[in-house]
């Protein structure tokens, strides 16, 4: 079940640096674990901004909500999302 | 280069259902033709609305305003459009 | 699977009455049908306004959608869509 | 008599960790007590926010105002207030 | 139980003269037997719009929505709904 | 001459309980002694909000923004004003 | 009693032209009389809009509210009304 | 050449309050020098708000940007500028 | 003088084809003309939209909506202005 | 390749002043560098705003991206981007 989820992140600037540091590198393993497992299935800079636009692939809304709020950056993030389904003009399998 | 495109599409109450029939099976055929092109590199609708979130993949700005001017229901969307880049922690070589 | 679904109503002003009417009676049929079912768990009308609010419980969002889209009057409504899950704080069975 | 309500949090970064905890426990107690009581009709987590959809039964405004701000976490939560009725097509006896 | 009430009226610029008046006439007719019964308990209109501020006094949100929904402007409005209670600075007995 | 003036306060969260308390009672004071000379004319609290709706009866736009920006909270609210004239529908001599 | 007013002129594309002039000369008409009255005591066109801003100097909100919807075109407008008072930084006696 | 400005002042809550007084002090005396060369034509103070509106007359936008930003509150505003020009049914000789 | 107009276009859908065709014609020859003269200094559209964004260099408010008002899709654009002034930081001669 | 940028920034209040100036400084310089290398085509500050429009020339938005986060003052900047493409009735040759 697909997913589309904007993240802005809004890092406080009183944040010591090594602080950030250790929360973006710690986000990024996670990120990628997700990535490998299937369920973050795509993930895109937005130009310009500290901000993504991800689609996930999970069995259920509250899987969706475990994974989200596990992210370190989590409580320093505004999250959107909006439910996907297949699109009867879609020719791509992996797009369903 | 990849843009986040989203569509939403008014169809004006009084256009005969034949007329809006073929605007939406063109509007398909071209779709199909361009995710097989590569350009139109995926496609999902969005629940509970008559829009869609698309990836264009495409070699310049104007050819992806060419490819959208160019799509029947052009005149019936809205169209908002984000420049992506590639997330550094992205892991998927076709998210680049 | 839960979603907050909020429908507003909008109906073209020149619309006959009669065809106003047959739209309502098929709507309130299937409204009836998908409560009954399971599917459509909560309905309340919002005070003021010819707009509702509901809770539906689906297995996948790609059901959510093919409901709200064969609703007699979803050509005339204004769809928003939240997915639920279940609070941590909840009592209650029955929001699960 | 029903009403619509959601509820943003946001607990200010400075807060202290116990702090926080503490007045979250006393906060789930009290939403606990609330629901049993059957004035806190139903409880949701928005997906992907800190921020929940509930419907509360109470016998007036001043009683929904007087149980909102009683919350322990009244002074950081933005709230919307909508009031329900029941909708002509609902075939649920708790929906009223 | 106090409700703050706000009305924009749109009529269609192609409705005849007539039915116009007609609408108003029997909406004031209502207004103020409602004025009189004590459910609309205050009526004013904004400054430079088609639109009021109103202050209804009624047992339940159910009769809101059925006195609302009675008015002949009805399906030409715009409502908006916000819950009042009595203020604790409020020395105004008929403010309650 | 009547104005609608709908007040949200904000007070800083580090702001030492004692000087809030202070504020609000001295502004309770001011508010109800305009109460009694009869130009703050109506007063209810918006449910959920700290945030009030009131009518002030004034002999002209300067007596209004001096008696708000009298107001010992007037540092910490945001104000919206609608000036109000009588509704040709309205019957009750108050709201003149 | 200064008054900060915006009107935005939205006249039906339908409207013959020559009803439309007929409206526009009869509106200047009155612009220039209350001009000369003192009433409407400044208006300005906003560069590239059909929309202006003026200054009112009105008696009470009762007069302004009569003047504005005697106007020809106030059945095409969308008004904005914000109340003025001195600046205690103006040394201009005519902004009193 | 005339502009429409509108400036909204936010000056801290933890300023000094000496810091606050001179700030405004030098901001009045740079204010009323700017109405006596007629560069400020019009200044009015928005009722309820710590916000004004004023009319420049200046030679360039260039100066008109040079007098914004050297008013000693520019770092606390917010400011919001349009383009103004004479209007067709002005009678006013100031207003153009 | 520099301003940066953003112009949105919006055909009504029921236009008939030759007309829109002749006035985007002679919209067209206006549009060049002015070019050439300098005064429509950059033109660009918006990838995916019916809009362009310009740069107008003219030597007074009165000329810049002088010039819009006369292009012959006025009628059917909304126009926003924003005034430029040279950035301190530009090198390049062409942008004051 | 064209992308228009608006830029808008916010130092905090708190930042001791050379922290800014060095950061202003080290800004212009890059600003300045990038403008003669052709990627950054157009720089004006917005009248009235600590904010500039910009348009980019770059070969890709992964070239835009990285020129954005490069500059000294992006932590503190709000950032917009709308790719544009050669207007049809453009005939400027820099313009494309």
Chains 1, 2, 3, 4, 5, 6, 7, 8, 9, 10 share one sequence.
Not at 72 to 88: S, V
């Amino acid at each position: 079940m697909l997913f589309h989820v904007r993240m802005d992140v809004n890092l406080p600037p009183a944040m010591p640096h090594e602080q950030a540091e250790e929360l973006k590198r710690s986000e990024r393993e996670l990120a990628q674990r997700l990535q490998r497992d299937g369920q973050w299935r795509h993930l895109w800079r937005i130009a310009g901004q500290y901000a993504n636009v991800s689609i996930f692939d999970v069995d259920s809304v509250d899987t969706l909500h475990a994974l989200l709020t596990s992210l370190p950056l989590f409580p320093y993030m505004q999250i959107q999302i909006m439910p996907l389904c297949r699109h009867p003009s879609s020719v791509r399998d992996g797009d369903a």
